[in-house]
């Protein structure tokens, strides 16, 4: 019960935040709405016992029965951390959102957008089903364009969002395919099954592709070369969210996704030899680009 509420909350006061925004300052908004970021990262930590001694905690609701699919929440050492992470450092960044607009209906306007995006990221890193994680993966990307292109009235806000759109979009494509290949080899859906059909899914014929289909989706979400240069044009956000989105969360999503495979995919030379060589050279390269930005921004991008 309390997995459902954490990812159900935020998407709850993204809808209430619009009709209160007329009868609540920005400063208000954001005491209010950091307020359930961290009751969120609290009860979320409590869960922390009950992980420790099931491994996992997992719910599951029957969503199309003819196709045998759930909806499926999966909770255990990794997603929490993540879910920490994310309603941790969401706490701070609405605080300061709250505070960072003057306008109460442009704050709220903003907030709401934040709010639906943490639900999205925590809809994401609870995912039990490759089917709901590829949906909570595609409404990041498309939050995240809503979010950039916030000030709708500059060009350099709409060719940001739209390039970020069309990079994670076209990745998340991609990502789509190489779950569905997963899914197929491991001859479940569900995570938990996905997790324990390690030689099964090695021993698939389509063990390279989706390992490449996979690696394409995480890169482009995490900015990695050669897919790295939408995230520095997305910095013409409100700066609330290119701390929460393309810092904290989003950005976190591919490496949340990869550590999640892991147990799967790892430990084989497809595997180690791309993730050295795309890591190592993504570092050594926004490294040395980031000694030369002129702006906090751009040196928060490439760094």
Same mark, same amino acid.
């Given at each position: 019960?309390?997995?459902?509420?954490?990812?159900?909350?935020?998407?709850?006061?993204?809808?209430?935040?619009?009709?209160?925004?007329?009868?609540?300052?920005?400063?208000?908004?954001?005491?209010?709405?950091?307020?359930?970021?961290?009751?969120?990262?609290?009860?979320?930590?409590?869960?922390?016992?009950?992980?420790?001694?099931?491994?996992?905690?997992?719910?599951?609701?029957?969503?199309?029965?003819?196709?045998?699919?759930?909806?499926?929440?999966?909770?255990?050492?990794?997603?929490? /951390?993540?879910? #920490? *992470?994310? =309603? $941790?450092? !969401?706490?701070?960044?609405? +605080?300061?959102?709250?505070?960072?607009?003057?306008? @109460?209906?442009?704050?709220?306007?903003?907030?709401?957008?934040?709010?639906?995006?943490?639900?999205?990221?925590?809809?994401?890193?609870?995912?039990?089903?490759?089917?709901?994680?590829?949906?909570?993966?595609?409404?990041?990307?498309?939050?995240?364009?809503?979010?950039?292109?916030?000030?709708?009235?500059?060009?350099?806000?709409?060719?940001?969002? /739209?390039?970020? #759109? *069309?990079? =994670? $979009?076209? !990745?998340?494509?991609?990502? +789509?395919?190489?779950?569905?290949?997963?899914?197929? @080899?491991?001859?479940?859906?569900?995570?938990?099954?996905?997790?324990?059909?390690?030689?099964?899914?090695?021993?698939?014929?389509?063990?390279?592709?989706?390992?490449?289909?996979?690696?394409?989706?995480?890169?482009?979400?995490?900015?990695?070369?050669?897919?790295?240069?939408?995230?520095?044009?997305?910095?013409?956000?409100?700066?609330?969210?290119?701390?929460?989105?393309?810092?904290? =969360?989003?950005?976190?999503?591919?490496?949340?996704?990869?550590?999640?495979?892991?147990?799967?995919?790892?430990?084989?030379?497809?595997?180690?030899?791309?993730?050295?060589?795309?890591?190592?050279?993504?570092?050594?390269?926004?490294?040395?680009?980031?000694?030369?930005?002129?702006?906090?921004?751009?040196?928060?991008?490439?760094?």
């Amino acid at each position: 019960m309390e997995i459902t509420f954490i990812v159900a909350l935020p998407f709850i006061l993204a809808m209430a935040i619009l009709p209160l925004r007329s009868k609540l300052s920005s400063s208000a908004q954001g005491w209010l709405l950091s307020a359930s970021m961290v009751l969120l990262f609290l009860i979320a930590l409590l869960q922390l016992p009950a992980v420790i001694q099931n491994d996992a905690l997992i719910y599951s609701q029957n969503w199309v029965e003819d196709l045998q699919l759930n909806i499926t929440l999966y909770l255990d050492g990794l997603s929490l /951390l993540f879910v #920490l *992470i994310v =309603t $941790g450092i !969401g706490a701070v960044i609405v +605080f300061y959102a709250g505070h960072y607009f003057t306008d @109460a209906h442009k704050s709220g306007r903003f907030l709401s957008l934040l709010l639906a995006f943490t639900g999205s990221m925590l809809a994401l890193v609870l995912s039990g089903n490759v089917i709901t994680l590829f949906i909570s993966w595609e409404l990041t990307s498309i939050i995240s364009f809503l979010l950039i292109s916030f000030y709708g009235n500059e060009a350099k806000a709409r060719s940001g969002a /739209l390039q970020a #759109l *069309i990079i =994670t $979009g076209g !990745g998340g494509l991609a990502l +789509f395919i190489g779950l569905m290949l997963l899914g197929t @080899a491991s001859g479940s859906m569900e995570l938990s099954e996905i997790l324990a059909s390690r030689t099964a899914i090695q021993e698939s014929p389509f063990f390279i592709a989706i390992s490449v289909l996979i690696f394409v989706g995480c890169f482009t979400k995490s900015a990695q070369w050669p897919f790295h240069f939408w995230l520095p044009d997305a910095m013409s956000a409100p700066t609330p969210a290119s701390a929460f989105l393309h810092s904290a =969360t989003m950005v976190k999503a591919g490496i949340y996704l990869l550590a999640r495979l892991y147990p799967v995919l790892g430990d084989t030379p497809i595997w180690t030899n791309t993730l050295l060589t795309v890591g190592l050279f993504t570092m050594l390269y926004s490294s040395l680009v980031a000694l030369r930005q002129r702006d906090l921004k751009g040196c928060l991008a490439f760094s």
